[in-house]
């Protein structure tokens, strides 16, 4: 698949900058796959679209305040956005992505916050392993929520870039399809008989960068960890239907069928000719042209169908991106 095939066109004024409120007055369109057919309806309308025996799940995942700017020891400014700790034999040590990095080097050391932070290594494209002693309590005292660079930054939508269901840090960027979630709508999809699973992938900035290849399939896919409980793994297991709320945990979930692992990091991309194996239902948002995101929703939804989704979101006037409104793709996936 040709890249630029991920392409559309798009007025700036429907880029949301701010959440809809409340979070549940989201507009919701509803395509069903197997038909063909696209309806319209509010996100407080979405456990209607549920049945007995279904399995809603969520990713529990928590965003970091992962904007820090330090200071080399010249005086000039880097804007560092902590991706993730890199792990056991190297305590201590997280990937950031640093702007500007061309005159970076290894060795050097930057201030913020009152702490010392040294650049290890670099890892590439403008990414680094950066050395400092106690990043979380850092970055709760100095970070700023990573807000798409779209997105004009205020304390309102500072304060909006959480699911209310957040609860594992370790994000990098919002699982933004569950924004839309309340918990009126929350105990609604539990009267309708479905269960809720609770899963955790954090968000890497990779997840909503363009794809820069010509064609599609030779993109590399950024990795990010996940973890499925045991929990969760009897609802999915035991539910007649899946329904994935956001492309983070349909992500997981297909991950974890394909490896048998409940717990890992997840390399995988999922774009047209890929085969479903959990995901029933897709909850997600409309998502920016050439995203491994829109690849995926195509995957689930059809090529012809998700671009004609779009083309009547535009003309419709839905909301798109992060802050903006919600598409259910019904039916999809394994199904199709």
């Known amino acids: 698949m040709l890249t630029r095939e991920l392409d559309y066109e798009l007025p700036e004024e429907l880029?949301?900058?701010?959440?809809?409120?409340?979070?549940?007055?989201?507009?919701?369109?509803?395509v069903d796959v197997r038909e063909g057919k696209i309806?319209?309806?509010t996100f407080r309308d979405f456990p209607q679209f549920l049945l007995p025996g279904d399995a809603l799940v969520l990713n529990e995942t928590k965003v970091l305040p992962a904007r820090l700017r330090a200071r080399?020891?010249?005086?000039?400014?880097?804007?560092?956005?902590?991706?993730?700790?890199?792990?056991?034999?190297?305590?201590?040590?997280?990937?950031?992505?640093?702007?500007?990095?061309?005159?970076?080097?290894a060795g050097l050391e930057l201030s913020a916050g009152g702490e010392r932070l040294q650049l290890v290594e670099s890892l590439g494209d403008?990414?680094?392993?950066?050395?400092?002693?106690?990043?979380?309590?850092?970055?709760?005292?100095?970070?700023?929520?990573p807000l798409p660079p779209y997105i004009r930054p205020t304390p309102e939508t500072e304060g909006r870039y959480q699911t209310v269901y957040a609860r594992n840090e370790g994000s990098a960027a919002a699982p933004t399809a569950g924004f839309h979630f309340t918990e009126r709508v929350l105990q609604d999809v539990e009267r309708a008989g479905a269960g809720i699973a609770r899963i955790t992938l954090h968000v890497g900035a990779g997840t909503f960068m363009p794809v820069?290849?010509?064609?599609?399939?030779?993109?590399?896919?950024?990795?990010?960890?996940?973890?499925?409980?045991?929990?969760?793994?009897?609802?999915?297991?035991?539910?007649?239907?899946?329904?994935?709320?956001?492309?983070?945990?349909?992500?997981?979930?297909e991950t974890w069928a394909a490896t048998g692992e409940r717990?890992?990091?997840?390399?995988l991309f999922v774009?047209?000719?890929?085969?479903?194996?959990?995901?029933?239902?897709?909850?997600?948002?409309?998502?920016?042209?050439?995203?491994?995101?829109?690849a995926m929703v195509m995957s689930f939804g059809g090529e012809d169908l998700v671009r004609e989704a779009y083309r009547v979101a535009v003309r419709e006037r839905y909301r798109f991106y992060s802050f903006g409104d919600a598409m259910l793709l019904v039916g999809g996936g394994r199904r199709l």
Not at 76 to 86: I, Y
Not at 263 to 267: D, F, K, L, R, V
């Open 15 to 30: 880029i949301a900058q701010s959440p809809a409120e409340p979070r549940d007055a989201s507009r919701l369109m509803v």
């Open 39 to 41: 309806s319209h309806h």
């Open 72 to 105: 080399k020891p010249t005086g000039g400014e880097v804007e560092l956005l902590f991706l993730r700790d890199l792990g056991p034999g190297r305590e201590g040590t997280w990937e950031v992505l640093a702007k500007p990095s061309k005159r970076l080097r």
């Open 126 to 145: 403008g990414h680094w392993a950066v050395a400092a002693p106690d990043v979380p309590a850092l970055l709760e005292r100095s970070g700023r929520m």
């Open 212 to 253: 820069r290849v010509e064609r599609l399939e030779e993109h590399t896919m950024h990795a990010e960890h996940y973890s499925v409980p045991q929990e969760a793994e009897r609802v999915v297991s035991e539910a007649q239907r899946v329904v994935a709320a956001g492309t983070t945990v349909a992500r997981t979930l």
């Open 263 to 267: 717990e890992g990091e997840s390399t």
């Open 271 to 294: 774009y047209p000719g890929y085969r479903w194996r959990i995901v029933d239902s897709l909850l997600t948002n409309f998502h920016l042209p050439r995203s491994t995101l829109l």
